[in-house]
């Protein structure tokens, strides 16, 4: 069965972007510092040699597109995309090629169909903080995998704040420091093993 | 000239003790995990060879004192320790040995002690959250040392909430991942270099 890991990049005091977020700069100012990792592309490629489908929020459906590089050769806009939303966009709005499915009804449900797609392949929600909180909050999180960024942003979104889930006890698979970020993979160590 | 060196134990989500706390359990239920990685003597030994001096707030010091084995023969507390504090405890409460200097005028001062007293070794600030980030805000931090447990808490003493400090470029010198915590050092990258 497909396991499904939480991946997101946050600041060493755990906001995911920086304040004040505006138009021209979604990510707050100072916040692409977050996915500086991103220029590693071996651990990129490696990361996404496994990846069968993405869940994802809808903010990070509209603000991250561009830059998942649709039409590239790899990259995980190339997989199935589970967009989780209270509304679909309209249509016409949406990239071409059929990656797109907006889940109306419940995370459960765009995970549920994430992993039919994967068929066996990591599932990766890809944010934003809200959509890893919840997942994590309902149990649909088998793995955890953070990219800690070298800075201190004192104010912005932040990830873990308001998790409803008690203590989460976590198995560390791999900490891996680059200048750039420090990977965490963690292990959701379920109550039954 | 000593570097000053802020050191915390923390969990994945940035708590450094669980919720509640009691008289019973000052970290909170499950809070001890936090200082799990003690066990590695080889990391802490390393840690503490170059020690000089340790600046510690004045609840660090109402509740730690007995876990530091004042009398054993190694340890923080076999080394100056400098007290930040609104008033010094009464005398005769105090440990005999004279490592003990309670600090009234502030934290520059604390930490200006501290480092007459460490010669050129370290000084460690070993907390708690509130006296790192008072010590940061004031620039007064050459290096961040955190052990980062793997386990989300999800409310507690956040250590970073609050921090007003703006942004802070770090620099990371070492990441260690062990069973019990990831050992995360880091540079302050000042404005000047």
Known sequence: MSRVV?????S????????PRTAEQPL????????GWLVDH??????????????????TYDHSIPGWRADGPSGPARRPVFVVTHE????????????????TDGIESAIDQARAAAAGRTVTVMGGADLGR???A??????LSLHVAPV???????????LDAGHVALELLEAVGTPETVHLRYRVVRPDG
């Open 6 to 10: 939480f991946d997101i990049s946050l």
């Open 12 to 19: 060493l005091d755990g906001f995911v972007t920086a304040a």
């Open 28 to 35: 707050g100012p100072g916040g692409v510092q977050l996915h």
């Open 42 to 59: 071996e651990y990129l490629e490696r990361a996404v040699a496994d990846l069968g489908a993405v869940v994802a929020g809808r903010t």
């Open 88 to 103: 679909a966009p309209e249509a016409g709005t949406v990239p071409e090629g059929g990656v797109y499915t907006f889940v």
């Open 134 to 136: 919840r997942c994590l």
């Open 138 to 143: 309902a149990g649909l999180v088998d793995e």
């Open 152 to 162: 201190l942003f004192g104010s912005g979104t932040p990830m873990f704040a308001g």
